[in-house]
């Protein structure tokens, strides 16, 4: 470890120590897992690791979760959020995410009373200050801490430092719900959930790493990484791909030539704010 990421994650260690308790918003990614092992690290057992289990949360997921948990030695529950029911989220608008946190949250309160934990916290870090990210507006209103900012850390020193400490993480594929497979104002259904987690489980049983299925109505949208992309003309792939992508109710399966992108979703945010605004009328 190096004397600068060391003196991180000592800062990192002093800030969860001051918070002496905490519930980690743990979903079993990158930042979840890495803030689980600080909060180990600074308070023992006093820091609970509590997954939201939902329709937008892939089942892989959830198992992927519970084992991690296992690895880190750490005392790990599983709670039912119910984000689909509330309009504003399944409506699907840019701020969909602020609904989704929280539902979250407002789960989580109760529990870190019950439980004698004194803090929410969740993995958060500097990359997402730099985008879309309306889930942070809520975690802030609700007072919801997030460590890795407040440490300043980046995605690369969290991957760095996950890998020094033997997480299997280290270099998973970043992860978001299934719900960002929607481009904004597409309503979203349990049953297009449950289309787009088949859809991305069949890519990911032919050994695909880093992609997304982008949901489109009848087409489906596939992001993948440039590096596995020639894998798939390979040995009949692309053909089992759109037999079962069929199978499950798309007509057309379309492969993305800028290969996988994280928060893709949000290009159309940004082409929107360049757009300039008609000119008013007069009168």
């Given at each position: 470890?190096?004397?600068?990421?060391?003196?991180?994650?000592?800062?990192?260690?002093?800030?969860?120590?001051?918070?002496?308790?905490?519930?980690?918003?743990?979903?079993?990614?990158?930042?979840?897992?890495?803030?689980?092992?600080?909060?180990k690290d600074a308070l023992g057992d006093k820091a609970l690791l509590v997954t939201a289990d939902s329709e937008t949360y892939p089942a892989s997921e959830l198992?992927?979760?519970?084992?991690?948990?296992?690895?880190?030695?750490?005392?790990?529950?599983?709670?039912?959020?119910?984000?689909?029911?509330?309009?504003?989220?399944?409506?699907?608008?840019?701020?969909?995410?602020?609904?989704?946190?929280?539902?979250?949250?407002?789960?989580?309160?109760?529990?870190?009373?019950?439980?004698?934990?004194?803090?929410?916290?969740?993995?958060?870090?500097?990359?997402?200050?730099?985008?879309?990210?309306?889930?942070?507006?809520?975690?802030?209103?609700?007072?919801?801490?997030?460590?890795?900012?407040?440490?300043?850390?980046?995605?690369?020193?969290?991957?760095?430092?996950?890998?020094?400490?033997?997480?299997?993480?280290?270099?998973?594929?970043?992860?978001?719900?299934?719900?960002?497979?929607?481009?904004?104002?597409?309503?979203?259904?349990?049953?297009?959930?449950?289309?787009?987690?088949?859809?991305?489980?069949?890519?990911?049983?032919?050994?695909?790493?880093?992609?997304?299925?982008?949901?489109?109505?009848?087409?489906?949208?596939?992001?993948?990484?440039?590096?596995?992309m020639g894998r798939l003309w390979e040995d009949g792939i692309q053909d089992s791909i759109v037999a079962r992508f069929r199978e499950l109710g798309y007509l057309?399966?379309?492969?993305?030539?800028?290969?996988?992108?994280?928060?893709?979703?949000?290009?159309?945010?940004?082409?929107?704010?360049?757009?300039?605004?008609?000119?008013?009328?007069?009168?």
């Amino acid at each position: 470890m190096t004397p600068a990421l060391r003196t991180k994650y000592d800062r990192l260690l002093g800030i969860l120590k001051e918070l002496e308790s905490v519930i980690v918003a743990f979903s079993g990614g990158v930042d979840s897992t890495f803030l689980a092992k600080a909060a180990k690290d600074a308070l023992g057992d006093k820091a609970l690791l509590v997954t939201a289990d939902s329709e937008t949360y892939p089942a892989s997921e959830l198992e992927e979760s519970r084992r991690l948990a296992r690895h880190l030695g750490m005392r790990h529950l599983v709670i039912e959020t119910r984000e689909l029911d509330n309009p504003e989220y399944a409506r699907n608008a840019p701020n969909r995410c602020f609904f989704c946190k929280e539902e979250l949250f407002t789960k989580l309160g109760p529990l870190a009373a019950r439980e004698g934990m004194a803090h929410l916290v969740y993995g958060a870090n500097m990359d997402d200050l730099g985008d879309h990210r309306p889930g942070m507006e809520a975690a802030k209103r609700m007072g919801v801490r997030a460590p890795l900012i407040e440490a300043e850390f980046w995605k690369t020193e969290i991957r760095e430092l996950s890998r020094e400490f033997d997480l299997p993480t280290w270099d998973k594929p970043s992860f978001a719900c299934l719900s960002s497979r929607f481009q904004y104002g597409d309503g979203i259904t349990a049953e297009k959930l449950r289309q787009v987690d088949a859809a991305e489980a069949f890519v990911r049983s032919l050994g695909f790493k880093q992609f997304r299925v982008r949901h489109h109505d009848r087409l489906a949208r596939l992001e993948i990484a440039r590096e596995e992309m020639g894998r798939l003309w390979e040995d009949g792939i692309q053909d089992s791909i759109v037999a079962r992508f069929r199978e499950l109710g798309y007509l057309y399966v379309a492969v993305d030539l800028q290969g996988f992108r994280s928060g893709s979703a949000n290009d159309a945010l940004k082409l929107i704010r360049k757009i300039p605004s008609p000119p008013r009328g007069k009168g």
